[in-house]
């Protein structure tokens, strides 16, 4: 498994959540990142074993320089994440050559992990896993409304640019040159979403393209009694509430924050309240027309998993999401959830089974769809099949099997011996 780091990030936690259920199968996983968090021994950090701060710091400013350059040019400091990779990875390069894997599994390797053309230089079999669409873009991690992915880029509106011949474009035309030398590469999609984009993008047009979701640890993700959920908080016990995840909201038009707040304004009911989490309360967030608990980033999964059994429903008004890991976690504590019907949000939520999928961007029906789980006369049925679906479809064991028959799949051709032998090496990096 190589990402840019272990647990910082949502795509990052997803990484290892698969790299330790994959052990836990017997398939021999090491993951490799630039910035190592834990304290886990089956992840190697090169970080802080091959470079000094000083050079970090040099090599950073170096790989954001274009974006830098392109800020003061137009005079506007760009809003949304826009990745260029262009600084070589010597120190990655040659920890993947030293450890030998069979298969090299890429996730989210932005902030100077990997260069473009760093990937082709790696000559083994590798699954690219798709938690954003950056991999198939000229530089955004999201597109938004655009499609010119599927072209050549050009013209981008995330970075302001009317021209065809963009940063957009250079990016563009550097993962065409490299990523096309690869001739052993799958490509697999957190949701159907990303996977149908990155059939449709110029990229990755004919490439094996696969879709495995996001592994949910349903051990931990689990249904706790509500009102002992709502006493650790101090929540009360005779109200309604109504989650929010709000990480990086307030800057993330993608999130859907302003959606949210007009479907809020729409309830009138006094016995609803809203807890919103990921951020502290601040005199810039609006009033929501609800009394409302706020709450830091929580860290720890136990208690995050007793704050979703606390609510009674979960509202997810993602404009566009690869997967949607707090619905999905929200969904395996047994709380309904209601977002936008698009992206990948539909793999996950299923219409008046198990949640509400509104009219994207339909704020009257977010409103509607908030009332009808809150008013559920059958809502531990509800409750029931959120649950089922999760354990089914996302358990991390679940997801890691499918990861190690796409692995063997691979493999068979080349005659390599079972991944569950223990004299087989390194499998999955």
Request: one cysteine or more; aromatic letters at 8%.
């Amino acid at each position: 498994m190589v990402s840019t780091y272990d647990t910082l990030g949502g795509a990052a936690k997803a990484t290892y959540r698969l790299h330790r259920a994959l052990l836990s199968i017997g398939v021999e996983s090491l993951m490799l990142v630039k910035r190592k968090l834990s304290d886990d021994p089956t992840v190697i950090g090169h970080e802080e074993k091959k470079e000094q701060p000083p050079e970090r710091l040099i090599k950073s400013f170096l790989d954001k320089a274009p974006i830098l350059i392109h800020e003061l040019v137009k005079k506007k400091r760009l809003d949304k994440p826009f990745s260029i990779e262009w600084m070589p990875s010597l120190q990655m390069l040659n920890l993947i050559k030293e450890i030998n894997p069979d298969i090299v599994h890429l996730n989210w390797i932005c902030n100077g992990a990997l260069s473009i053309e760093d990937i082709s230089s790696i000559k083994k079999p590798m699954v690219w896993t798709l938690h954003d669409m950056w991999p198939f873009t000229g530089g955004c991690h999201y597109s938004e409304n655009c499609n010119r992915y599927e072209d050549n880029c050009g013209k981008c509106k995330i970075i302001s640019s009317g021209e065809e011949r963009d940063l957009s474009r250079f990016i563009w035309s550097r993962k065409k040159k490299s990523l096309s030398k690869i001739a052993n590469l799958t490509i697999v999609g957190v949701s159907r979403w990303i996977a149908d984009c990155a059939r449709r993008s110029s990229i990755f047009k004919g490439r094996t393209i696969l879709n495995i979701p996001n592994p949910v640890r349903t051990d931990v993700f689990k249904p706790s009694r509500k009102v002992e959920a709502r006493r650790f908080f101090g929540f009360p016990e005779d109200k309604k509430l109504i989650l929010f995840g709000a990480f990086n909201a307030m800057k993330d038009r993608r999130k859907g924050f302003y959606e949210l707040t007009k479907a809020l304004h729409k309830i009138k009911r006094e016995d609803v309240e809203l807890v919103v989490f990921g951020i502290s309360e601040s005199k810039s967030l609006p009033n929501f027309g609800f009394k409302t608990h706020y709450m830091r980033e929580i860290k720890d999964e136990q208690i995050l998993a007793m704050l979703y059994c606390a609510g009674d429903v979960m509202v997810v008004p993602s404009l566009q999401e690869s997967f949607g890991q707090t619905a999905a976690e929200a969904l395996s504590c047994g709380t309904p959830v209601v977002a936008f019907g698009c992206t990948g949000l539909l793999d996950i939520v299923d219409h008046k089974i198990n949640g509400y999928l509104a009219k994207p961007y339909d704020t009257d029906d977010l409103k509607r769809g908030i009332e009808w789980i809150l008013n559920a006369q059958s809502y531990e049925e509800l409750s029931k099949r959120a649950r089922q679906k999760v354990v089914e479809e996302f358990d991390s064991k679940v997801v890691a099997k499918r990861f190690a028959r796409l692995y063997q799949e691979i493999l068979n051709p080349r005659g390599l011996p079972s991944m569950h032998n223990s004299n087989c090496s390194h499998v999955g990096l």
